[in-house]
C-alpha cells in the first residue's frame, strides 16, 4: 500500500523568511513524487515534479529516497505563496495524495 | 485551452437520495480521475479510467457509489443511496496518460447530505 504523509497541518511564517514543508512517502517501488497547490478560490494545479528537477516559483523539491521524504523548500517566502499544498505520489499508476499543509506567509 | 469542467457546482440533497456529478475532462486526455475530498483532508482516489476502461476502482464504495465513461469522454458519477459521510467536495481531474503526467483539476462539486 502506498501513504503520503503531510505531518503539519499549518505552517505560518514571515514574509522573507525560508520555509520548508514536510512530505515523507510509503511504497515499496520507485514513486513518482509531485507537489500540487490550491490557492485561495482557485483550482488545485501541479507546482512541481520530481522527475523535472526543476524550481517554479522559487520552490524546489528533492526526492530523498533513504529518508522516503520530498521535502517542498523556499528560500525567501512571499505573502502570495499562502496557499494550500498537497503532496502526491503515484505509484503503479494509482495517485495518492497526503492532507495537505496550509501555508501562511505574514507580512 | 479549456480546462476540466464539472457540474453541477454545488448540490444539497437529503440522506437516502440519490445524486449525480458530471465531469468533461480536456480533450485528448486519456486518463480520468474522481476524487472525494473530505473537509481537512486531502483527495481521496474513488476511480480511475484509462479512455473508457476502469483501471482503478479499489477505494469506491460500490454498494452505493458507480461512474462510467462513455465513449472515453465525459465522465458521470453516481450516489445512490447517499449517506450523511458522502458530505464532501467531489473532484475531477484528467491527465494525458497514467504515470508521470500532469493532473488537471476541475473546480470540484460541492456536495451536502442532510
Known amino acids: 500500500a502506498q501513504r503520503v504523509t503531510q505531518p503539519e497541518k499549518l505552517l505560518s511564517v514571515f514574509k522573507g523568511a525560508p520555509v520548508e514543508l514536510k512530505c515523507n512517502y510509503s511504497?515499496?517501488?520507485?514513486?513518482?513524487l509531485f507537489w500540487y497547490v490550491q490557492y485561495s478560490r482557485q483550482r488545485l494545479q501541479l507546482l512541481l515534479r520530481?522527475?523535472s528537477r526543476e524550481s517554479i516559483k522559487g520552490f524546489t523539491a528533492d526526492l530523498n529516497k533513504g529518508e522516503t521524504s520530498f521535502h517542498l523548500k523556499k528560500p525567501f517566502a512571499q505573502e502570495e505563496d499562502s496557499a494550500m499544498y498537497y503532496c502526491a505520489l503515484t505509484g503503479a499508476g494509482k495517485s495518492t495524495f497526503g492532507d495537505g499543509t496550509t501555508l501562511t506567509v505574514k507580512p | 485551452e479549456a480546462g476540466v469542467a464539472q457540474s453541477p457546482r454545488y448540490k444539497i440533497i437529503e440522506k437516502r437520495q440519490s445524486v449525480a456529478f458530471w465531469c468533461n475532462p480536456i480533450?485528448?486526455?486519456?486518463?480520468l480521475y474522481w476524487y472525494q475530498q473530505i473537509l481537512g483532508q486531502g483527495p481521496k482516489l474513488l476511480i480511475q479510467f484509462q479512455n473508457n476502461g476502469v483501471v482503478d476502482d479499489s477505494q469506491l464504495p460500490k454498494d452505493r457509489f458507480s461512474a462510467e465513461r462513455l465513449k472515453g469522454v465525459d465522465s458521470t458519477l453516481k450516489i445512490q443511496p447517499a449517506k450523511l459521510e458522502d458530505s464532501a467536495v467531489y473532484l475531477c481531474?484528467?491527465?494525458?496518460?497514467?504515470?508521470?503526467?500532469?493532473?488537471?483539476f476541475g473546480p470540484g462539486t460541492r456536495l451536502t447530505v442532510t
Open positions: 520530481h522527475i
Open positions: 480533450s485528448g486526455h486519456a486518463t
Open positions: 481531474a484528467s491527465s494525458l496518460g497514467r504515470v508521470s503526467y500532469e493532473q488537471y
Open positions: 511504497y515499496s517501488g520507485s514513486p513518482e
